[in-house]
């Protein structure tokens, strides 16, 4: 049976202007979609985005505009982001949707007849100014408003709550169960000593303090608080209790189909308790696997918009193209652990694995064989008496194992370590095999060998880049004469490049000045 996978990125708050944080998990996501794409499965990936709540009410007001007029602005711009970075999203949900909007109604509504959500008190930290609530955290212990500052006191109000009791034995028996449904498994560790232990407080689910929310049916004058009409985008977008249900039946309901949620680990509470227990309460499948990644920091930590250090994708897409900012993205922060965003690391992952490796290398090869094949490749052949033939033959297969095995367990920055092996052992063979001396010798076998290992290894590495490579993988395919259509199937068919007539073109990947782009970055960026 065809294999499926499902995806999803959080659904980002349209309060502020995306920054590379947002782009390393969406950029992630997609790579990983397109592997599943490229390989086969039936693949879906959902973004989109969180448009209710009482920040963007406020904000709204403040820009004086309705919250609804508020988010749409913001979401074109989310849109064209996801766009510029080559985002092969197949659907978009948006929190404001109706068909979002109904399924969370009918949820809630079903909550209640079946006893997991009742009505009770709300208290927290109220600000009278900004009329919200904050918790503990929020306010500190000087407990002030983390919006305006002034202090804020104790006060309840009327709430629902869902009662997480109830499936507090049904969630400990998933993460027994199952070892990799949150991972790092670190991660499960913090969920359970920092929330599970020191006793689980039934979560709160709805609020009257503010209206730009999804209404209670039941109860209008409260809305749905953010985090239950949140986390159901995963399946409304699919069609859940819609006419419509062809794609949750195809993707949520199908055994055979990988359910996989990426999120930063600053909401793994949320994806780690709240939502396997409201999908326990609704009597549907759980996802396989929730994999936190790491934050992207700057060297003042945590990037936000107060302290202003938030790094801005465009003008780096802008400068280097579309594949250098995703291959950065994808291939520097180890996935799973924080990174650090510089302009000096940006440079050197591009110059090193792009420009060295896999650039230097269709240059070299290219230059080749329009010298001393006219142009044309010649057929695949092996040379026995070459050791290094078989040594780079086996670094092909082994990478491609590698990767495969990286990717399947979602470690996107391995997969690609191990792809850029080929590139690396690729430009070494050149170096011990001498090429221009075999060109001189009579008997050309031994010159017909290394052009075609040579070729093939940039034609794997061209179909292995390709999920982030998303434009220059084609153009290595089209410089070795192909159609530039991406073929997984043909990946270990070392006759693919047999009499191709080549195209070479310009440079792939030029190589920077370091001191010139990084002083060009910090000024871009406004970094000291
Ligand atoms: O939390 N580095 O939305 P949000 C890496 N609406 N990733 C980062 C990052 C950084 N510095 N900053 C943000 C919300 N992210 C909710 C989600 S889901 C049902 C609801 C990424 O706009 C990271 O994936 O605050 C993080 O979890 C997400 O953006 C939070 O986005």
Known sequence: MKKSFYITTPIYYPS???HIGHAYCTTLCDVLARYHRLKGDDTYFLTGSDEHGMKIEKNAALNNKSPQEFVDEIVVGFKKLWKALDISNDDYIRTTEKRHVETVQKIFSYFLKNNDIYLGEY???????????????????EHLCPDCHRPVSKAKEEAYFFKTSKYLDDLLKIYDSNEKFITPESRKNEMINTFIKPGLEDLCVSRTSFSWGIPVKENPKHVIYV??????NYISALGYLQKDDTLFKKFWLNDNCEK???LGADITRFHAIYWPMFLKALNLPLPNREFVHGLLMTKDGKMSKSKGNTIDPYPLIEEYGVDAVRYYLAREVNFGSDGQFTPEQFVERINMDLA?????????TLSMINKYYDGVIPQFISNINNPYDSDLDQTIINSVKEYEECLNDLRVTDALIAATKIGARANKYIDETTPWVLAKQEDKTPLQSVMTHLAYSLYVSAVLLSIVLTRKSKEILLQLGLDGNINYETILNQH???N???NKGLPLFPRLDETIEVEKIKQMMNIK
């Open 16 to 18: 502020a202007k995306l």
């Open 227 to 232: 985090w239950l009409d949140a986390l159901v």
């Open 123 to 141: 208290e927290g930290w109220y600000c009278k100014e900004c009329e919200a609530f904050w918790t503990d955290i929020q306010v500190g212990e």
């Open 356 to 364: 060295n490796n896999i650039g230097n290398l269709l240059n070299r």
């Open 496 to 498: 693919i490049l047999d």
């Open 260 to 262: 996989v949620h990426v």
């Open 500 to 502: 191709v007539k080549i």
